[in-house]
């Protein structure tokens, strides 16, 4: 059994800033690319950032230069460090990873798996 656990959601005003990070556990043997989406009432759910294991990262255009994602591979964690935030920001962030389930080092499956989500409101 794997869990994805998003946390750091919250309020801020335009301009501010805000971290989320995530953390996978359970049964995992190796996790592949993690990222971060979000989706905003009546829109659909839309790519915000992704970083492979080796460190290489992606992001939505519209993020670009102000959002950082980061990982920790000893962990199993990822982060999203959100600067100069905007309303348009606002929607529920969800983590998602794609993960390699296992035991004692040897994967029996694998999939992707969300988090919860979690709320980021951004107030101009």
């Known amino acids: 059994q794997v869990h994805v656990v998003e946390s750091g959601g919250g309020l801020v005003q335009a301009g501010g800033s805000l971290r989320l990070s995530c953390a996978a556990s359970g049964s995992i043997v190796s996790i592949n690319d993690m990222a971060w989406f979000r989706q905003a009432p009546g829109k659909e759910r839309e790519l915000v950032a992704s970083?492979?294991?080796?460190?290489?990262?992606n992001y939505g255009d519209s993020v670009k230069g102000r959002f950082t994602i980061s990982r920790d591979n000893d962990k199993n964690t990822v982060s999203l460090h959100m600067n100069n935030l905007k309303p348009e920001d606002t929607a529920v962030y969800y983590c998602?990873?794609?993960?390699?389930?296992?035991?004692?080092?040897?994967?029996?499956?694998?999939?992707?798996?969300w988090g919860q989500g979690t709320q980021v409101t951004v107030s101009s």
């Open positions: 970083i492979t294991r080796g460190g290489v990262t």
């Open positions: 998602n990873a794609e993960i390699g389930v296992g035991i004692g080092g040897e994967v029996y499956g694998s999939g992707d798996y």
